[in-house]
């Protein structure tokens, strides 16, 4: 394989320090080698595919009030927890939340059922009432 020549430095006094004594750089005069040939793979290479966002967190709820309304991020903020705080005493008040076009919230009792005692693995007869759930109907526009 040849050799390629070797880039030459010449040295430039640049500036000096604060003891005033000269300070010396080196610069290179020769340009990169450039012709260097790669080689392409069969098949491009690129990273895969984003999977599709499906989830929404409180943060984008936040993001899309405040540019909607045209509101600072922290008083969007402060309008989203207020209405999720109102929401979420209405329900532990045992009060219905119905949002007309969009849905219906509302406590339930959980329902009777069979569960299995992980340890044995015998049936167990789960008793109706055992603590409340929070239920959503969706609204026409959704179901649409």
């Known amino acids: ?4 020549p070797q880039a ?16 010396f750089v080196a610069a ?15 098949e491009p290479v690129s990273s895969p595919p984003a999977p ?9 709820i936040v ?24 929401m979420k005493n ?9 949002l007309r076009n969009f849905g219906v ?3 339930k009792p959980r329902k009777a059922g069979l569960g299995r005692n992980p340890k044995t693995g015998e049936e167990v007869v789960l008793m109706k009432g055992r603590g409340k759930t929070v239920k959503f109907k969706m609204g026409k526009e959704l179901k649409e």
């Open 28 to 42: 290179t005069t020769a340009k990169p080698d450039l012709s260097t040939k790669r080689v392409k793979s069969a």
């Open 52 to 60: 599709p966002r499906n989830n929404i967190s409180r943060k984008d």
């Open 63 to 86: 993001m899309r009030v405040a540019t909607k309304i045209g509101l600072s991020i922290m008083v969007a903020d402060i309008a989203v927890s207020a209405t999720f705080e109102a």
């Open 8 to 23: 030459k430095a010449k040295v430039v006094k640049s500036s000096t320090n604060k003891k005033d004594e000269p300070v």
């Open 1 to 4: 394989m040849p050799t390629k």
């Open 90 to 98: 209405a329900l532990l008040r045992g009060e219905r939340i119905e």
């Open 105 to 107: 919230f509302e406590i």
